[in-house]
């Protein structure tokens, strides 16, 4: 990964501390790259697939199959790709649009993300065909990654709920600013496909089974001190069609879902419709964890101590409104130029997790990782020490090519005489306008990864 535009983020403001973010982030992002994570675990010799710690024997498996969505799949596809080679009977993964990348064993389809589209919904129905053909004597690899819902889109089977519904409460949820579990919540109960459906429908057969996952959630955490070691299951759902309703009811949504939706979660309700998979425990499955948001604030740490900083990690479970957040890391930094606590400059203060944005007003261009930023702008505004950067892992921050925002003490000073209203901007969810015009947005190449957002803030450098 590469940040496209350094000389431009390096011409104005606090040089050092922007310099010393963008080393430190670009560390963080290369430890969780998934196309190297699958490279390292998996090998090919005298006829033994070695994955891990797990070992198959090649005479013994008929076929092997690829399959996968999300917005870090890209990568994994790439390396299994080369590794698997003509072993692989059939593959197919979905990515986000303008990530496909030519691949000779495996179809790479493209989807619409956050919001399905009808190539999520085709690409879906692809993936359902291809996975009737599985048996008992085959392997199946299973890429998973942040996005993977959107662009694996396909209305429950039988369900009466149509692409467009989905479409519709994909929408409403994305503009409540729920966290993305509580959206996965809902989401899982009306598909076809997450919630560990997919993999119970493959498993059904005793096929055995392979998951790689990049968790987006940061609730979610690397079960294994080694990459190497899998854990025995497969992407269990531990949440519930009452914890579907409840999303839905807490943020006022309830009576705007579509009818369709409702009466199917009703019946879950019910009983009369069965719940997501709960259990794979009886079943070969084993699933290895690519990286976290706690690796790559770890490898970040680790760079920190390199370059002879004291460093901090605050969190990696950052929630909350994203302007909201930014002002909360603000406060912490004040108080570390100003009194050396919790930690004495100069130091890096790292983050990690998934604030989000409502949509009550405005509708203008931005993302989590802009809006957090410039909060946090406001608040160090004078500043001669503090910097930071925030980013969205996967290098695209919402609905945007935007990776995320670079702020320091001069951000809202430069702004002013530009005449850019950042308060206003804030008001209408306009942040990419302010990022744009002082040449502070982040742009990156494709990063092969996506484990939540990462915050970097330099103090006293």
């Avoid at 006829?47 to 994994?76: C, H, P, R, W």
């Avoid at 299973?142 to 369900?159: I, K, V």
């Avoid at 930023?373 to 160090?380: C, Q, R, S, V, Y």
């Avoid at 000073?413 to 015009?437: M, P, T, W, Y």
Wanted: proline share 4%.
């Amino acid at each position: 990964m590469s940040i496209l535009n350094k000389d431009a983020l390096l011409s104005h403001g606090n040089f050092k501390g922007r310099e010393i973010a963008i080393d430190i982030a670009m560390h963080a992002i290369k430890a969780v790259n998934t196309y190297d994570g699958v490279r390292r675990i998996i090998n090919i010799a005298n006829n033994k697939l070695k994955v891990g710690i797990l070992s198959y024997d090649l005479s013994e498996i008929k076929n092997i199959f690829v399959f996968g969505a999300g917005k870090a799949t890209m990568g994994q596809a790439r390396a299994l790709d080369e590794i698997l080679g003509d072993r692989i009977k059939k593959g197919i993964v979905i990515v986000k649009k303008g990530q496909r990348q030519r691949l000779r064993n495996i179809d790479v389809e493209e989807g619409g993300h956050p919001v399905p589209d009808e190539g999520s919904f085709r690409s879906a129905g692809k993936i359902l065909k291809a996975c009737q053909s599985v048996s008992r004597q085959d392997l199946v690899f299973f890429c998973d990654s942040g996005g993977s819902t959107a662009l694996m889109s396909h209305p429950a089977e039988g369900s009466g709920i149509s692409f467009e519904d989905e479409r519709t409460i994909t929408h409403l949820l994305l503009m409540s600013g729920a966290p993305i579990y509580e959206m996965n919540a809902v989401r899982r109960h009306i598909t076809a496909m997450k919630g560990g459906k997919l993999q119970q429908r493959i498993l059904s057969k005793g096929t055995k089974m392979i998951n790689f996952v990049v968790p987006d959630a940061p609730r979610i955490f690397n079960p294994s001190p080694s990459l190497a070691i899998p854990r025995q299951g497969g992407w269990e759902d531990h949440t519930t069609f009452q914890d579907a309703v409840d999303v839905l009811r807490r943020y006022d949504l309830w009576t705007r879902t579509p009818v369709s939706i409702r009466k199917h979660l009703k019946k879950g309700l019910e009983g009369t419709i069965p719940e997501t998979p709960k259990d794979f425990t009886r079943m070969e499955v084993h699933t290895f964890t690519l990286g976290s948001i706690d690796t790559a604030c770890m490898a970040a740490e680790k760079r920190v101590v390199e370059l002879g900083f004291n460093s901090m990690i605050l969190s990696t479970v950052l929630e909350g409104e994203s302007r909201e957040a930014g002002i909360a890391l603000a406060s912490v930094a004040r108080e570390v130029e100003g009194h050396g606590r919790p930690v004495k400059p100069p130091c890096v203060l790292i983050s990690g997790g998934e604030t989000t944005v409502s949509l009550e007003m405005g509708s203008g261009e931005g993302g989590p990782s802009q809006e957090l930023a410039l909060g946090f702008a406001i608040k160090i505004s004078g500043s001669k020490n503090i910097t930071c950067l925030a980013i969205d892992t996967d290098g695209n921050d919402g609905p945007t090519d935007i990776a995320g925002g670079l702020v320091d003490g001069y951000t809202m000073k430069r702004a002013r005489e530009r005449g850019i209203d950042v308060f206003e901007s804030l008001k209408n969810h306009n942040s990419s306008h302010v990022f744009k015009q002082l040449r502070d947005a982040v742009y990156t190449d494709y990063t092969d990864t996506n484990v939540c957002d990462l915050n970097i803030v330099v103090i006293g450098a």
